[in-house]
C-alpha cells in the first residue's frame, strides 16, 4: 500500500479514549532511524486522545503537513462496529 490511511476509532465506553490508527507506506517509515521501535509492525502509529475534536484537529495537522493528495481519511462508523 502507497496510500497513507487514518482510521478512528469512538470510545467503546464512558471514559475511554478515541484512538487514531495509522498505516503509512514504507517510503514514510524509511525515513526514521529505527522504524521497528517506532511503528508497530512497521507500519503503524496509534494516538489515544480524550475527544473526537481532538482527533479532528490532530488529523488536520496531519493533512497540512503532508497535503491532502497523501493521505486518505477513513471514519469508521459506530454502528458497524469498529470501536477500540
Avoid: K
Wanted: net charge negative; hydrophobic share 45%.
Amino acid at each position: 500500500m502507497e496510500e497513507i490511511v487514518f482510521a478512528r476509532y469512538a470510545p467503546p465506553a464512558p471514559d475511554w479514549p478515541w484512538l487514531q490508527l495509522c498505516c503509512w507506506p514504507q517510503a514514510y517509515t524509511l525515513m526514521v532511524p529505527s522504524p521497528n521501535d517506532d511503528f508497530a509492525r512497521g507500519a503503524y502509529t496509534i494516538e489515544a486522545f480524550t475527544s473526537v475534536g481532538e482527533v479532528d484537529a490532530a488529523e488536520r495537522i496531519l493533512l497540512a503537513t503532508l497535503g491532502p493528495h497523501e493521505a486518505r481519511h477513513v471514519r469508521s462508523l459506530h454502528s458497524f462496529g469498529g470501536n477500540a
